[in-house]
């Protein structure tokens, strides 16, 4: 255990911020860095038939130890950072014994993490804090996913009287940007089961997601001069102002939560002659989900009515709910839940609003909720992680290959 601290400091230290615009997999050059060591780091602590593909995806295998058949899982991270905040020349700070005060992050650029705004952090009063040094992002999400997969992965190799089937392990570039799973493999992954280790907070196991869509507003204008333009002009800009009249103010990002879905729009662009929406849906119910589609295309059928063949509507889904994947074998939650009550941590089981990597995969076939990884504040200068989670993770990670060869026939 004593290498986890290590060995995450190593990775955040390698840039892998991913790039939404790229066409290539890797979407970055630099993930290649930060996959090359692993490679090389799983090779070392005597993991079998490790493989990286040309798109860097990383599998790897512990081999049973017993001599009954038992399921082979999995588990997943990703290596790549967000795209929404720098994580160029990560500088981590390691408080050790938090003293539950304010942590300063940056004295020049008076950059504060203080338990009155984040109040997570007195869960932690006493432990052991990495944070950043105010400038960048810290990459907990998801390094400490990958530390604590490999650090379990030598704990296993390091004390055999632990019983446990095959276990595969994978590590994919490109889940911030939503291309995680695209090219993983599953087939060759070999496992009946997953688990993606990239949760926020320790105790989170999450087996719902949103499903979600992105849609697209295109108006046709036509322009006319002003001071003549009375039954001529076709103004893009009015038009799209009304198609967001319609949507439900209520239901926005910044007025909901739990279970409660949305529309986002994020962007508009406009002219006389043409104006653009752009807006994602999101919502658990599938019911609701698809009625949220229906609305758009109700609102663009009556303007087209109104003002003719000038709108048009495209609407893509992007991923679904993988409760339906998960429920049918919801053993697999109830492992990870009874995992972590056998360590003494309380189960926080709560749908995620976004989506995961395993939400997917679960689609492709390879069911896959989602445990805590033990961080906080993703995505920005604010990110931080105990590195007692960090710890608890690891035990997680190595009870559910225990509780798996036991339970499971
Ligand atoms: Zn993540």
């Given at each position: 255990m004593e290498k986890l601290l290590p060995r995450f400091l190593e990775y955040v230290a390698i840039d892998t911020q991913s790039d939404p615009y790229s066409k290539t997999t890797p979407s970055t050059k630099n993930q290649w860095d930060l996959a090359k060591k692993i490679v090389l780091e799983l090779h070392q602590i005597g993991m079998q038939e490790v493989s990286i593909d040309e798109h860097a995806y990383i599998m790897a295998i512990l081999p049973s130890n017993i001599d009954k058949k038992v399921p082979t899982i999995g588990f997943i991270s990703h290596m790549d950072t967000s795209p929404d905040f720098t994580g160029k020349n990560v500088k981590p700070q390691v408080i050790k014994d938090y003293d539950g005060k304010d942590i300063v992050l940056n004295k020049r650029k008076k950059v504060v993490l203080s338990p009155d705004y984040f109040e997570d952090l007195l869960q932690y009063k006493?432990?052991?804090?990495?944070?950043?040094?105010?400038?960048?992002?810290l990459g907990a999400d998801d390094k400490a996913g990958i530390a604590e997969i490999i650090t379990a992965m030598e704990y296993l190799v390091n004390n055999p009287e632990i019983?446990?089937?095959?276990?595969?392990?994978?590590?994919?570039?490109?889940?911030?940007?939503?291309?995680?799973?695209?090219?993983?493999?599953?087939?060759?992954?070999g496992a009946q089961w997953a688990y993606t280790m990239d949760g926020s907070q320790i105790?989170?196991?999450?087996?719902?997601?949103?499903?979600?869509?992105?849609?697209?507003i295109t108006i046709e204008g036509k322009s006319v001069h002003p001071g003549y333009a009375k039954d001529k002009m076709i103004n893009a800009i009015g038009i799209a102002n009304e198609f967001l009249s319609f949507l439900p103010v209520t239901e926005i990002p910044e007025k909901t939560t739990g279970m409660e879905g949305f529309f986002h729009v994020h962007h508009i662009k406009g002219e006389i002659e043409k104006a653009e929406?752009?807006?994602?849906?999101?919502?658990?119910?599938?019911?609701?989900?698809?009625?949220?589609?229906?609305?758009?295309?109700?609102?663009?059928?009556?303007?087209?009515?109104?003002?003719?063949d000038f709108i048009q509507l495209e609407i893509k889904d992007q991923y679904k709910n993988m409760r339906?994947?998960?429920?049918?074998?919801?053993?697999?939650?109830?492992?990870?839940?009874?995992?972590?009550?056998?360590?003494?941590?309380?189960?926080?089981?709560?749908?995620?609003?976004?989506?995961?990597?395993?939400?997917?995969l679960s689609f492709m076939g390879l069911p896959c909720p989602n445990i805590f990884a033990g961080g906080h504040n993703f995505h920005g200068k604010?990110?931080?992680?105990?590195?007692?989670?960090?710890?608890?993770?690891?035990?997680v990670i190595v009870k559910i290959c225990e509780l798996t060869a036991i339970q499971i026939k």
């Amino acid at each position: 255990m004593e290498k986890l601290l290590p060995r995450f400091l190593e990775y955040v230290a390698i840039d892998t911020q991913s790039d939404p615009y790229s066409k290539t997999t890797p979407s970055t050059k630099n993930q290649w860095d930060l996959a090359k060591k692993i490679v090389l780091e799983l090779h070392q602590i005597g993991m079998q038939e490790v493989s990286i593909d040309e798109h860097a995806y990383i599998m790897a295998i512990l081999p049973s130890n017993i001599d009954k058949k038992v399921p082979t899982i999995g588990f997943i991270s990703h290596m790549d950072t967000s795209p929404d905040f720098t994580g160029k020349n990560v500088k981590p700070q390691v408080i050790k014994d938090y003293d539950g005060k304010d942590i300063v992050l940056n004295k020049r650029k008076k950059v504060v993490l203080s338990p009155d705004y984040f109040e997570d952090l007195l869960q932690y009063k006493g432990q052991t804090i990495i944070t950043t040094d105010g400038t960048t992002l810290l990459g907990a999400d998801d390094k400490a996913g990958i530390a604590e997969i490999i650090t379990a992965m030598e704990y296993l190799v390091n004390n055999p009287e632990i019983k446990h089937g095959d276990i595969r392990i994978a590590f994919t570039p490109d889940e911030e940007i939503g291309e995680g799973a695209h090219k993983f493999d599953v087939k060759k992954f070999g496992a009946q089961w997953a688990y993606t280790m990239d949760g926020s907070q320790i105790g989170e196991l999450e087996f719902e997601n949103f499903n979600a869509a992105s849609a697209k507003i295109t108006i046709e204008g036509k322009s006319v001069h002003p001071g003549y333009a009375k039954d001529k002009m076709i103004n893009a800009i009015g038009i799209a102002n009304e198609f967001l009249s319609f949507l439900p103010v209520t239901e926005i990002p910044e007025k909901t939560t739990g279970m409660e879905g949305f529309f986002h729009v994020h962007h508009i662009k406009g002219e006389i002659e043409k104006a653009e929406i752009e807006l994602i849906i999101r919502d658990h119910d599938k019911e609701h989900f698809e009625a949220r589609k229906e609305l758009l295309q109700d609102i663009s059928d009556k303007l087209q009515k109104k003002y003719g063949d000038f709108i048009q509507l495209e609407i893509k889904d992007q991923y679904k709910n993988m409760r339906e994947k998960i429920e049918p074998v919801f053993h697999i939650v109830e492992i990870a839940q009874e995992a972590m009550e056998s360590l003494g941590i309380e189960p926080i089981i709560k749908p995620i609003r976004g989506g995961t990597d395993g939400s997917q995969l679960s689609f492709m076939g390879l069911p896959c909720p989602n445990i805590f990884a033990g961080g906080h504040n993703f995505h920005g200068k604010y990110e931080y992680v105990p590195l007692e989670s960090m710890e608890k993770a690891v035990m997680v990670i190595v009870k559910i290959c225990e509780l798996t060869a036991i339970q499971i026939k």
